[in-house]
Structure formats: structure tokens, C-alpha cells
T-cell receptor
Framework: GAVVSQHPSRVICKSGTSVKIECRSL??????MFWYRQFPKQSLMLMAT?????????EQGVEKDKFLINHASLTLSTLTVTSAHPEDSSFYIC??????????FGPGTRLTVT | TQLLEQSPQFLSIQEGENLTVYCNSS?????LQWYRQEPGEGPVLLVT?????EVKKLKRLTFQFGDARKDSSLHITAAQPGDTGLYLC???????????FGQGTTLQVKP
């Protein structure tokens, strides 16, 4: 299967600061990547679709100015959590795929905002 | 809004038993994927079913997609402790790659 990486795997930041999370497709190109968040003991919730060369599209209820997404190349998408607050603490996971129906997930980034 | 109801949400069984996990929706999905997720890691794709009525087997795991592409099941035969984990079903919206996840099933297989 295709390999997707994320960096960092864990990050702790202070309230009010911004954090950038990278998602890379290692052995294939992806014009579209997806960002999800997962709270403890809950399932994954789609946040936004990252589109290479164009603006990201956000799911209802997700603040685009809070969660900035940039799809700089066919192998890299970044999610920046701006002015982070403790309620933003979560497990953030990206996915990418060769086909729409074969999505491969990164290992996730655990964000803790103190 | 498309919803995917997954059941049961928790299952604890003895080694050697069989089990079935269900995912149901009132909506049609263009495909349905099953994942397994370990704590602190991203989900790992087990299988994708695309055609209504499709059945796929992966060793002791059997996956089925409903004829109407609204529901799916995962059946595990002779469960082993190594099968312990969180199983997630996810329906794909209209060939977009966007996935709607079920609530997940936490499976515990006791030796």
C-alpha cells in the first residue's frame, strides 16, 4: 500500500501559539489530501479537503481561519492550527490516496495545548 | 447528512469465537472501507468494497457490501488475541475520497 507520513508525531504548545503539521505522500503524488481529527475514544471526523494548487474546502462547522491548510506540492499538505487553545488538543490525522476509494492514513499527530 | 451507524461499539470475546460487526446507513456510498486502528496510530486500510453485494476475504476476515451499497459487515472467524483493536468502517461520499466514519468497534479477544 501507499505510504503517508506526518510530522511531528507529538507536539505540545502553549495557548495562543500556532502549530504546523505536515502530511507527506512518500511514494505517490496526491492532488487531494484530507485532514481529520479524532478525540479520545471517538471516531474520525473529516475537517477539510486539501487541494493542490487551489483553496482547501472545509466541512461545516470547521473554521477556515483557525485551521489553515496549504497544499504546496503534489506530495505535501500542511495544517496550521492558529492561536491554539486547550480545546484544540486532539489527534490530527491526514489521508491521501491513489484512487478516491483507497485512502491511506498518516500515523497521526497528537497535539496538546497547555 | 450522511451517517454511518456501526455496531456493536464494544465486543469482548474468547479466543476461537466468531463475531460480526455491522455498519448501516440510510445513504448510498460509492465505496466502503474497513480500517483497523491501534492506539496512538493512524487507521490502517484492511479492505475496500465497491460493488453492491461484493464479498472479500482477508484470511479469517470476511467483508460484505450490501446490495444497495448502504450497509456492510465484517465477520471474523476463530478470533485470536492478535485481532484485538479498534475496527472502523468508513463510507465514501460520491467518488470524492471524503470518508464518513462509523463510531468504531473496540474488539477485545481474550486468550
Amino acid at each position: 500500500g501507499a505510504v503517508v507520513s506526518q510530522h511531528p508525531s507529538r507536539v505540545i504548545c502553549k495557548s495562543g501559539t500556532s502549530v504546523k503539521i505536515e502530511c507527506r505522500s512518500l511514494d505517490f503524488q496526491a492532488t487531494t489530501m484530507f485532514w481529520y481529527r479524532q478525540f479520545p475514544k471517538q471516531s474520525l471526523m473529516l475537517m477539510a479537503t486539501s487541494n493542490e494548487g487551489s483553496k482547501a474546502t472545509y466541512e461545516q462547522g470547521v473554521e477556515k481561519d483557525k485551521f489553515l491548510i496549504n497544499h504546496a506540492s503534489l506530495t505535501l499538505s500542511t495544517l496550521t492550527v492558529t492561536s491554539a487553545h486547550p480545546e484544540d488538543s486532539s489527534f490530527y490525522i491526514c489521508s491521501a490516496g491513489l484512487h478516491p476509494y483507497e485512502q491511506y492514513f498518516g500515523p497521526g499527530t497528537r497535539l496538546t495545548v497547555t | 447528512t450522511q451517517l454511518l451507524e456501526q455496531s456493536p461499539q464494544f465486543l469482548s470475546i474468547q479466543e476461537g469465537e466468531n463475531l460480526t460487526v455491522y455498519c448501516n446507513s440510510s445513504s448510498v456510498f460509492s465505496s466502503l472501507q474497513w480500517y483497523r486502528q491501534e492506539p496512538g496510530e493512524g487507521p490502517v486500510l484492511l479492505v475496500t468494497v465497491v460493488t453492491g453485494g461484493e464479498v472479500k476475504k482477508l484470511k479469517r476476515l470476511t467483508f460484505q457490501f450490501g446490495d444497495a451499497r448502504k450497509d456492510s459487515s465484517l465477520h471474523i472467524t476463530a478470533a485470536q488475541p492478535g485481532d484485538t483493536g479498534l475496527y472502523l468502517c468508513a463510507g465514501e461520499r460520491s467518488n470524492t475520497g471524503k470518508l464518513i466514519f462509523g463510531q468504531g468497534t473496540t474488539l477485545q479477544v481474550k486468550p
